[in-house]
């Protein structure tokens, strides 16, 4: 689940952040700021991006309670996530990038696979440690709007209802999004030839 | 379906998990639980 600290504590430092005590803002943000970072950077993947993409999250956080508009209802973590994830749409709409296939709006999708991935020598047993390295792989070539709601669900443990309203789209949207990363990532690993003994995860 | 559950997550969150993202595929539950396991340990990568 979405770990959200004591909320009195979080509104404690958030008002005392708008008092003007701005070493409030440092302990708010030492609370989440790996969590918060880490969804930047495995949506993105790129830590110069991920990097740009916080500071500006950071800069956004403290304009937005210095003039007022956040509304305190204890879910500071879910409110700057959702800022970030705007940050990322912006970032992906920038730089229209052309690795990724995006998805239509039936939820379908055609898959491209980047250069490395099909050059990987990737080897029929591989060691537990190595296929979760893969797998977190596979993740990073999935369309933009599958990969989010992967590491929404798998990384921060938002449950379906909070991915869609993080993402702004109704939960059958999400819903859909998971299947089908769930489907092109068994493609991917069969493309592959990975081997994964899911035997021991049951 | 034998434990499909994830206790990390509340009754009605499963149920909308199971009925709409796994349905009769019980491969794509294999892969959830992998990525599960991948994502668990991520901080610590």
Avoid: C
Avoid at chain 1, 43 to 55: E, G, L
Avoid at chain 1, 178 to 197: P, V
Wanted: charged share 30%; net charge negative.
């Amino acid at each position: 689940m979405l770990t959200q600290h004591n909320m009195t504590d979080d509104s404690a430092l958030i008002q005392a952040y708008i008092s003007g005590d701005n070493d409030s803002m440092s302990k708010l943000m030492d609370r989440y700021k790996k969590k918060i970072y880490k969804y930047i950077l495995l949506t993105v993947k790129n830590d110069s991006v991920a990097d740009d993409i916080f500071q500006d999250l950071f800069i956004k956080i403290q304009k937005s309670l210095k003039s007022d508009r956040y509304i305190d209802n204890g879910k500071f973590l879910s409110w700057t996530l959702r800022i970030a994830h705007n940050l990322i749409i912006d970032y992906f709409r920038q730089k229209k990038q052309s690795n990724l296939v995006s998805t239509d709006d039936d939820g379908q999708s055609n898959i491209m696979y980047s250069q490395s991935l099909l050059e990987s020598n990737i080897e029929d047993k591989l060691v537990d440690d190595q296929i979760k390295t893969d797998l977190r792989r596979l993740v990073d070539s999935l369309p933009i709007e599958q990969r989010e709601v992967v590491i929404l669900r798998h990384y921060l443990g938002m449950s379906f209802k909070d991915i869609a309203t993080h993402t702004d789209v109704s939960i059958n949207t999400a819903l859909g999004r998971m299947r089908y990363a769930l489907i092109n990532l068994r493609k991917m690993i069969e493309d592959n030839n990975m081997y994964m003994d899911l035997k021991n995860y049951s | 379906m034998e434990n499909t559950y994830n206790s990390d997550f509340d009754d009605d969150d499963n149920e909308l998990f199971l009925n709409n993202v796994i349905g009769d595929d019980i491969g794509l539950l294999n892969i959830s639980r992998f990525l599960d396991r991948a994502y668990a340990e991520e901080d610590d990568v």
